[in-house]
């Protein structure tokens, strides 16, 4: 299956991992479109979240429900005001070294 894959701050992953952040958020920035474009255009339905780079690192694949724009929650990490590529997160299929 293809996966789009992100890196997170341990913040975020753990708030995602824990099923109290929904969402994700991506500048509207041309680099950020073209690789959400190609989520759309080859069916991609999961992103694997890394929390950092190494290789023992914990990652998580979680459903893409569905990816909208708009803005988002300052409690979430989004900056009031400004438009995302906003991530809809679904269920937590897989967890590695997250426990």
């Known amino acids: 299956m293809e996966t789009l894959h992100l890196n997170l701050h341990r913040k975020w992953f753990d708030m995602i991992l824990s099923g109290?952040?929904?969402?994700?958020?991506?500048?509207?920035?041309?680099?950020?479109?073209k690789r959400f474009v190609k989520v759309r255009d080859d069916g991609v339905?999961?992103?694997?979240?890394?929390n950092g780079y190494a290789k023992n690192r914990r990652q998580m694949v979680v459903e893409i429900d569905y990816i909208s724009i708009r803005g988002g929650l300052v409690e979430w990490g989004a900056e009031?005001?400004?438009d995302y590529i906003v991530v809809h997160l679904g269920r937590v299929l897989e967890k590695v070294r997250c426990e």
Not at 45 to 50: D, E, G, R, V, W
Request: proline share 4%; net charge positive; no cysteine.
């Open 20 to 33: 109290e952040k929904r969402e994700e958020y991506r500048e509207l920035s041309p680099y950020w479109k």
């Open 80 to 82: 009031r005001g400004t």
């Open 45 to 50: 339905k999961t992103i694997t979240f890394s």
